[in-house]
Structure formats: structure tokens, C-alpha cells
């Protein structure tokens, strides 16, 4: 039963069967390639595209060129490009099933809470991860993530996937990670949501918290982490990062030009705070930022100061 999302039945399965439907109509006329194990093997589908289908028994006494049986498929991955898909195969090859029967059960359940589209390489990025943290469990090898304060404040909802996932490892498995695995799982679901680097990922996770420092320095001010008004500001800032990331820009379709100008005029402190923020950024991290968004974060940032009773 589900204890996450305060429901009384198992949203994994719900997501998980809904996701096996939509995948098996495009199923039809699928010809082996390669038998992995007698639950997974690798196929082609009608229009030349390489996929790896998952199963109970689908690789059971088949041979190359063999049409799957539409009733035996449970999960088609298809991947982004063929090296990714090739590093799928083998990884798959070498693992034991039942964890990639987790981490697709975690990709689903991610897909159901975030109701966004999550890049289809998660599924080889996260089943290696999981894969290698049960690898140097058992290896006694466990490492701290420093980042774990930052992930449960910024990434909620990718956190809370992520302790859903080592629920599942342990009364699958009977491993029991620390909590600072549940942070590093939901580092990967955050890479799949903005198709981004880990390493990307993690530098937008510092800018975040080099902003609150910064603004807390600036204004001699603790900020109340239970407030809307913060949660809004990390929402921006969340975007305003990956923008940077990305190379977007603001679309201004309101044709305001003088915008900034204006919100430097009505709150100079907060404008003056962003361009710190702006300096920053530019200087920490090189990547820049521009007037609009300085404009935009001031208007966060104002909120964040004159907040009553949130």
C-alpha cells in the first residue's frame, strides 16, 4: 500500500500497468534480435527500431528472427540513441532481474508523481546506478552524498521517489540504504526531467543554495523554509539555473523592454541583491545571466522579504 502519496492502493502498479498497455499496442510484429535471458530479450520492431523487450518467460526457447508473442510482452525500452541502447543491452546481460525489475517499477512511480516525461535514458542511467549502490553495499563500500540537505529542500518530490525506491530495495531485497542514497537516486530522476548531466545537475543544485546564501547574507535575514513565498523562490530558482544550463532566455512577450528598469525603480534593494547574484553566477560558475532575469528574481525576492503569514 502506498504511504506516499496518502492513498489506499498500490500507485506503483497502477502506473505500472497503464505504462505496459500504452507500450504493448506498439508491440505488434516484433522479431527478436538477441535472447538476453528467458525474461529479457533484445528486438526489432516493424520500422527498424532496436528495443529491448522484458517479460516473464519472452526469451524462453526463442531464437533470432522469432516474432514475440504479443501476451508475453510486460515492458519495451526504447532508448534515445543506439549507443545508449547497446550499453542497455549489456548492462542488462549482466545483471540479475529483479533490479532492473526495480528501477523500472521506480521509473514508473516517478513518471505517476511528477506527471512529466522523463528522458528514456533513465532507464539505463538509473538501473546502473542501482545496480553499482547494491554492488558496493555488499562490498561494504558506503559513501556519504553531500548534497542530501540540499536535495530534500529543492527536489521534494524526486527525494520522496527516492526513499520509494529504497522501500522497494529493501522488501525486495533486504538492503537497507541510508537516506543518503534516496538523495542520490533523486539526482538521476532530476537529470531525466531536464535531460541535463549529472554534473550539471549537481552545479544547479549549488547555485540554488549559493543564491539562498548569498541572499541571506546580503539582507542579514533567516528565510522561513515553510513559506510559500520560499517555495516560490525555489521553483525560480530551480528554472532560472537550468535556463543558465541551457542557454534559454526569458521569452518577453509582453514587449516591456523597460521592464528591469522598472523593478530596479520599485525595489532597489532586491534589484540590487540579484545583481550580486548575477555577479556571481557569472564570475562562480560562467555562465550568464541576463537583465530580465535579474528583474524576475527581484520580484521573488521582494515577496520573500515582505511575506505576512504564510
Do not use: W
Not at 533470432?64 to 534515445?80: A, C, S, Y
Not at 541583491?273 to 564570475?283: G, L, P
Not at 528583474?295 to 515577496?303: G, S
Amino acid at each position: 500500500m502506498s504511504r506516499y502519496l496518502g492513498r489506499d492502493i498500490d500507485l506503483r502498479l497502477v502506473f505500472f500497468i497503464i505504462d505496459v498497455e500504452s507500450e504493448r499496442y506498439g508491440a505488434l510484429g516484433m522479431r527478436i534480435d538477441r535472447v538476453i535471458n528467458n525474461n529479457v530479450v533484445s528486438a526489432v520492431e516493424e520500422n527498424g527500431t532496436e528495443v529491448v523487450v522484458m517479460g516473464k518467460g519472452v526469451g524462453f526457447q526463442m531464437r533470432h528472427g522469432m516474432t514475440i508473442p504479443e501476451e508475453q510482452i510486460e515492458k519495451v525500452f526504447r532508448l534515445d540513441n543506439p549507443s545508449s541502447m547497446d550499453q542497455f543491452k549489456n548492462l542488462v546481460a549482466s545483471l540479475p532481474p529483479e533490479r532492473l525489475q526495480i528501477s523500472t517499477e521506480v521509473i514508473q512511480y516517478a513518471k505517476g508523481v511528477l506527471n512529466k516525461k522523463l528522458s528514456p535514458n533513465i532507464y539505463l542511467t538509473l538501473t546502473d546506478h542501482i545496480n553499482f549502490a547494491i554492488e558496493r553495499f555488499q562490498d561494504h563500500m558506503l559513501f556519504g552524498n553531500p548534497l542530501l540537505r540540499e536535495v530534500r529542500a529543492f527536489y521534494k518530490e524526486e527525494y520522496m521517489i527516492g526513499t520509494f525506491a529504497l522501500d522497494l530495495i529493501e522488501r525486495r531485497l533486504g538492503i537497507a540504504f541510508p537516506v543518503d542514497e534516496a538523495a542520490s537516486i533523486a539526482l538521476h530522476i532530476v537529470n531525466a526531467e531536464y535531460n541535463t548531466k549529472m554534473r550539471d545537475t549537481i552545479d544547479i543544485t549549488r547555485i540554488i543554495q549559493d543564491v539562498l546564501d548569498l541572499v541571506r547574507e546580503y539582507f542579514q535575514m533567516e528565510l522561513d523554509e515553510t513559506s510559500l513565498s520560499y517555495e516560490r523562490l525555489i521553483t525560480h530558482l530551480r528554472f532560472l539555473a537550468q535556463r543558465i544550463y541551457t542557454s534559454e532566455t526569458i521569452d518577453d512577450d509582453t514587449g516591456l523592454s523597460e521592464f528591469p528598469g522598472m523593478i530596479e525603480q520599485i525595489y532597489p534593494e532586491e534589484y540590487q541583491c540579484s545583481r550580486k547574484v548575477k555577479e556571481y553566477i557569472e564570475k562562480t560558475y560562467g555562465h550568464q545571466v541576463s537583465e530580465e532575469e535579474v528583474a524576475y528574481l527581484a520580484v521573488h525576492l521582494k515577496r520573500v522579504r515582505t511575506q505576512k503569514g504564510e
